[in-house]
């Protein structure tokens, strides 16, 4: 099963430039913020708001609350920027952060274990431009299937998962 054609990952163009001594621009751009640029959160934000949101949305399975997380480690990662390491990648930082925001709020919040019914809680299944209404259809019933399945992994498991197979870190990184 090819699970990369049902559920959508970072878009390429976040992930495929490097820099030639392999910094990506996000990691460059958090160089310059942790030492004080202010002006280089705006290319930070970029880079990594899509990457956070579809994270904490297959983690928490709502769109509004993954907003809400997004800015709560985008928050955590202003007052925490004097202590990134420079030179290191901010994308696996920016994923722990994220991380341990969403524990804190399903720590102190009683979470209601209902699916959720708006259509934006669920990422859209990736169909090619030929595909028929039933290919569609199979694709969206495989994708309920999955996030089925994410839900009743333990949430260790189910964020190494997402880690490791939707957002493409390494192991390592995860």
Sequence with gaps: MDWAAVMPRAPLWEVARVSADGAEP???AMNRYADGEDAAFDEVY???????TAFLVRMVRSRTLAEDLVQETFLRMHRARGSFQRGARVVPWAYAIARNACVDHLRHKAVKRERPTDSESMPE???GPQSSGEQRLIARE?????MDALERMPPNQREAFVLLRFEGLSVAEA
């Excluded at 495989?142 to 999955?146: D, P, T, Y």
């Design 26 to 28: 996000a990691d460059l």
């Design 46 to 52: 970029a880079a990594l708001n899509g990457r956070l």
């Design 125 to 127: 299944p990736v169909a």
């Design 142 to 146: 495989l994708a309920e299937r999955v």
